[in-house]
């Protein structure tokens, strides 16, 4: 069997009916971007109230199947009415004005739902704050309509796990085959925006945890430069690696997120680096195809092009042949540090190295400190460090599966949240060493080097960004160990009708260049190859856990 594109029209017919997408007062809901959105807004043909009935609808059919969501919004439709008003009183604040979104179950609301993490731990804890992000989503005019669920504890408890899965929101499923993973930790957010549940949703990332649902999923994701956006109110992993991000059906969608998130926070010292760039508007960098003659992109070979499925790059080949025909240049290249940072089967594998050269060295204490600081904010919960979620779980094994064997979605137990408390959370000078050489190894022998590519004749060619184009994290996890941008596209589905992305990677701050070329990219794939392929949901009866 082949790999596909997806040339045949938008349409629905070979969905089962309890996923097709239904229409309101003759309007066509299906596949709707924020833009057209907004225009039915404006014209007064849809009102927010009425869009987040459509959502609510869409969730009470599909979400039993999905199980893309864990909690939702008592108070969203007010919230609706409220944007409405605001609306008929000529108060407009923005592309998010009046439209439903996501947030993953990590990012702090204070208002009637729970943070948890996925976790049963936190039930009943009370935040004392919005997170940054989610007071300016409100400040945009986004509606909160509920929190996305996600692998439990952004995937730092446990070694082995079923991805997607938490003991709160059950077992995220991927939308085009149901008994495929969503991948993580970002599941549910990724997972949602491809069912056609909301237009858009955010997620956050350590390693992969947005890029790679974004991938599995068939959606635009944007990971930025870690700085760009506060992760103040967020449960915490990495200090060095966290960033929160957008998921969308097209990068458009995915920008209007991502600018209604960026901004300084004097709670989060990252966003105040002096070399911090910020764009005034990432929208305006989205290009059509034509931008793409004269641009030289960079195809790194080592432990990434080489490890490719074979179906996955016949999708990726037809969309270069596709680049090349618009006047763009793919050159092959490396990362120096290749064969030393990826793992040689692609595989994502934060333990890879020896302790002084590995990034769960760093992980690990960043995140016993970071989520002792958190829980110390909270009240209404008896967890105040990470040895309490560890005692918990132990005494509830039954649903959170502290040891293994005990639960299938955990068959290491929660080995990792106890490495987590034997680091005692102290910066010891094999954490100096492992942060050191990650950063060195993916900036200046990583991404950094293979931007400035050095041709067989010697000559220096400096590349417009670099293109990946693996399921299984080969590279993209060098984006995340550096705190570097990147984003991915859809472009096809493999030959077992799993989408195929491809990721653009760059350097600091260069979220307005990767923009520019992922939208280019994007508008060929659409006008040439079929844009995004839309979820077929097959298996929606498979409940199987865990997932492959």
Same mark, same amino acid.
């Given at each position: 069997?082949?790999?596909?594109?997806?040339?045949? !029209?938008?349409?629905?017919?070979?969905?089962?009916?309890?996923?097709?997408?239904?229409?309101?007062? $003759?309007?066509?809901?299906?596949?709707?971007?924020?833009? #057209?959105?907004?225009?039915?807004?404006?014209?007064?043909?849809? *009102?927010?109230?009425?869009?987040?009935?459509?959502?609510?609808?869409?969730?009470?059919?599909?979400?039993?199947?999905?199980?893309?969501?864990?909690?939702?919004?008592?108070?969203?439709?007010?919230?609706?009415?409220?944007?409405?008003?605001?609306?008929?009183?000529?108060?407009?604040?923005?592309?998010? @004005?009046?439209?439903?979104?996501?947030?993953?179950?990590?990012?702090?609301?204070?208002?009637?739902?729970?943070?948890?993490?996925?976790?049963?731990?936190?039930?009943?804890?009370?935040?004392?704050?919005?997170?940054?992000?989610?007071?300016?989503?409100?400040?945009?005019?986004?509606?909160?309509?509920?929190?996305?669920?996600?692998?439990?504890?952004?995937?730092?408890?446990?070694?082995?796990? $079923?991805?997607?899965?938490?003991?709160?929101?059950?077992?995220?499923?991927? !939308?085009?085959?149901?008994?495929?993973?969503?991948?993580?930790?970002?599941?549910?957010?990724?997972?949602?925006?491809?069912?056609?549940?909301? !237009?858009?949703? =955010?997620?956050?990332? *350590?390693?992969?945890?947005?890029?790679?649902?974004?991938?599995?999923?068939?959606?635009?994701?944007? #990971?930025?430069?870690?700085?760009?956006?506060?992760?103040?109110?967020?449960?915490?992993?990495?200090?060095?690696?966290?960033?929160?991000?957008?998921?969308?059906?097209?990068?458009?969608?995915?920008?209007?997120?991502?600018?209604?998130?960026?901004? *300084?926070?004097?709670?989060? /010292?990252?966003?105040?680096?002096?070399?911090?760039?910020?764009?005034?508007? %990432?929208?305006?960098?989205?290009?059509?195809?034509?931008?793409?003659?004269?641009?030289? =992109?960079?195809?790194?070979?080592?432990?990434?092009?080489?490890?490719?499925?074979?179906?996955?790059?016949?999708?990726?080949?037809?969309? =270069? #042949?596709?680049?090349?025909?618009?006047?763009?240049?793919?050159?092959?290249?490396?990362?120096?540090?290749?064969?030393?940072?990826? +793992?040689?089967?692609?595989?994502?594998?934060?333990? @890879?190295?020896? +302790?002084?050269?590995?990034?769960?060295?760093?992980?690990?204490?960043?995140?016993?400190?970071?989520?002792?600081?958190?829980?110390?904010?909270?009240?209404?919960?008896?967890?105040?460090?990470?040895?309490?979620?560890?005692?918990?779980?132990?005494?509830? $094994?039954?649903?959170?599966?502290? $040891? /293994?064997?005990?639960? /299938?979605?955990?068959?290491?137990?929660?080995?990792?949240?106890?490495?987590?408390?034997?680091?005692?959370?102290?910066?010891?000078?094999?954490?100096?060493?492992?942060?050191?050489?990650?950063?060195?190894?993916?900036?200046?022998?990583?991404?950094?080097?293979?931007?400035?590519?050095?041709?067989?004749?010697?000559?220096?060619?400096?590349?417009?960004?670099?293109?990946?184009?693996? &399921?299984?994290?080969?590279?993209?996890?060098?984006?995340?160990?550096?705190?570097?941008?990147?984003?991915?596209?859809?472009?096809?589905? &493999?030959? &077992?009708?799993? !989408?195929?992305?491809?990721?653009?990677?760059?350097?600091?701050?260069?979220?307005?260049?990767?923009?520019?070329?992922?939208?280019?990219?994007?508008?060929?794939?659409?006008?040439?190859?079929?844009?995004?392929?839309?979820? #077929?949901?097959?298996? %929606?009866?498979?409940?199987?856990? +865990?997932?492959?």
């Amino acid at each position: 069997m082949h790999a596909q594109l997806n040339r045949d !029209p938008p349409c629905q017919e070979s969905v089962p009916p309890i996923f097709q997408v239904d229409g309101f007062n $003759s309007l066509d809901l299906y596949e709707l971007t924020v833009d #057209k959105l907004q225009q039915l807004l404006s014209t007064g043909l849809l *009102t927010s109230v009425d869009y987040v009935n459509f959502c609510l609808k869409r969730i009470h059919m599909i979400d039993c199947y999905l199980e893309a969501i864990i909690e939702l919004n008592p108070d969203a439709l007010s919230i609706a009415e409220s944007r409405d008003d605001e609306r008929q009183r000529g108060v407009n604040r923005g592309a998010l @004005h009046g439209v439903p979104v996501l947030v993953k179950d990590n990012m702090a609301t204070d208002d009637a739902m729970q943070t948890t993490a996925g976790s049963w731990a936190l039930l009943g804890s009370i935040v004392p704050r919005d997170a940054f992000i989610v007071s300016q989503l409100r400040e945009a005019g986004a509606i909160i309509l509920g929190h996305a669920n996600m692998s439990e504890w952004a995937s730092v408890r446990s070694k082995k796990y $079923s991805t997607g899965y938490s003991p709160r929101g059950g077992q995220v499923r991927n !939308p085009y085959d149901l008994s495929r993973s969503p991948y993580g930790s970002s599941s549910g957010s990724a997972a949602a925006v491809s069912a056609n549940i909301v !237009p858009l949703s =955010f997620g956050t990332e *350590t390693d992969t945890s947005i890029i790679g649902p974004a991938m599995k999923n068939g959606v635009v994701g944007i #990971k930025p430069t870690v700085g760009l956006t506060s992760r103040a109110g967020v449960i915490p992993i990495s200090e060095n690696m966290d960033t929160v991000g957008s998921f969308g059906r097209t990068v458009a969608d995915a920008v209007h997120g991502l600018n209604a998130i960026v901004g *300084t926070d004097e709670r989060d /010292p990252s966003t105040l680096s002096p070399s911090r760039h910020q764009e005034a508007d %990432y929208a305006t960098f989205i290009s059509p195809k034509e931008v793409l003659k004269g641009a030289k =992109f960079g195809l790194p070979w080592k432990r990434c092009w080489e490890l490719v499925a074979a179906d996955q790059k016949e999708v990726a080949e037809r969309v =270069f #042949k596709g680049m090349t025909d618009a006047g763009a240049e793919i050159i092959r290249t490396d990362f120096p540090s290749a064969e030393e940072r990826i +793992p040689s089967d692609g595989v994502f594998d934060w333990e @890879h190295g020896d +302790p002084a050269r590995s990034e769960f060295s760093v992980v690990k204490i960043e995140a016993y400190n970071g989520i002792n600081a958190y829980l110390s904010e909270l009240s209404g919960t008896s967890m105040r460090k990470v040895e309490d979620i560890i005692a918990y779980n132990t005494e509830n $094994s039954g649903t959170e599966g502290a $040891s /293994p064997g005990d639960h /299938p979605a955990f068959p290491s137990g929660q080995d990792n949240l106890h490495e987590l408390a034997r680091s005692g959370g102290r910066k010891t000078e094999t954490y100096h060493r492992a942060l050191h050489h990650i950063h060195a190894q993916s900036r200046a022998h990583g991404i950094d080097a293979a931007l400035n590519h050095t041709t067989p004749h010697g000559e220096t060619v400096q590349l417009d960004a670099l293109l990946l184009c693996d &399921d299984k994290a080969a590279g993209q996890e060098l984006a995340a160990q550096a705190g570097y941008p990147i984003i991915c596209v859809p472009i096809g589905l &493999d030959a &077992d009708e799993m !989408p195929v992305g491809l990721s653009l990677q760059h350097t600091a701050w260069k979220e307005g260049t990767l923009i520019k070329w992922a939208s280019a990219i994007e508008d060929l794939v659409g006008k040439t190859l079929g844009g995004r392929p839309r979820p #077929k949901y097959r298996a %929606y009866h498979s409940k199987n856990i +865990p997932i492959r």
